[in-house]
């Protein structure tokens, strides 16, 4: 289905991170981005400076679409962050006119066995604290509780929230691309070729450099990505055609 006509004034774009993270994490892409584009990098509620509690993928979704300030955006997600973008595809897709998918879980097959581990009541706790304890730098040590607790409540609602986004999948109608490393050890590799293969309008890129910090491995490329996204429907391409490939950087 094609989307209508914009102009660069018209179309926002949203960076949203992942778990642990915070909207800082996108600053390595952010630098190689074209500035003529509004570009919005957000704290999710339950990190950085959002004084917000965590909530759930739904909730997140929600809350992301409440902050646009054009009717048009480009959503660029990593990792859970992009299992939210997803979501709010599905939610509002007359708003949601691409998507960049970095890493993304957005299918039952994006679950491992740590997942599950991390979501339970007590190993959860003590595995959501070594986690938080090791991507916390020195200088962000004093985000330690906030960090591990916010960790472990998204980390539960995404095994309650996952099969509902995959099982809506077919109603994501923007054209996507989905981002992958092929060194990554936290959402498997096929399991982001079988949510590209489910997307309706979505192509498969792979970084073969990348793990699953594509955002600081393969900063250029994905920068690259969200140009040619941006690009793509600005100059009223048609989104959504049987172009499917294995992209390779």
């Not at 609602?157 to 923007?174: A, K, P, Q, W």
Request: charged share 20%; net charge positive; hydrophobic share 45%.
């Amino acid at each position: 289905m094609p989307n209508s006509t914009m102009t660069a004034t018209e179309v926002e774009v949203i960076f949203l991170h992942g778990q642990p993270g915070q909207k800082e994490d996108f600053a390595p892409v952010y630098r190689w981005m074209d500035h003529r584009w509004p570009v919005v990098s957000l704290d999710r509620p339950g990190w950085g400076a959002n004084p917000l509690g965590v909530i759930g993928i739904e909730a997140n979704a929600s809350w992301v679409l409440d902050q646009l300030k054009t009717s048009r955006v480009v959503l660029i997600g990593h990792s859970l962050g992009a299992t939210i973008a997803v979501r709010a595809a599905q939610l509002e897709p007359e708003r949601v006119k691409g998507l960049v998918l970095v890493a993304p879980p957005i299918t039952q097959s994006s679950l491992v066995a740590v997942d599950r581990l991390l979501a339970a009541r007590f190993l959860g706790a003590m595995t959501s604290a070594l986690i938080a304890g090791v991507s916390l730098g020195p200088a962000r040590r004093s985000q330690f509780g906030r960090t591990r607790r916010s960790f472990l409540a998204e980390q539960r609602h995404l095994l309650d929230e996952l099969r509902l986004v995959e099982s809506e999948l077919r109603n994501v109608r923007c054209p996507s691309v989905v981002v992958a490393g092929l060194r990554d050890r936290v959402v498997p590799l096929a399991a982001m070729v079988h949510a590209a293969d489910r997307l309706p309008q979505a192509t498969l890129m792979v970084s073969p450099n990348a793990g699953h910090d594509v955002l600081q491995s393969a900063p250029i490329l994905l920068a690259q990505v969200v140009r040619s996204m941006l690009w793509r429907l600005h100059t009223h391409e048609e989104a959504g055609s049987d172009e499917r490939g294995l992209w390779r950087e």
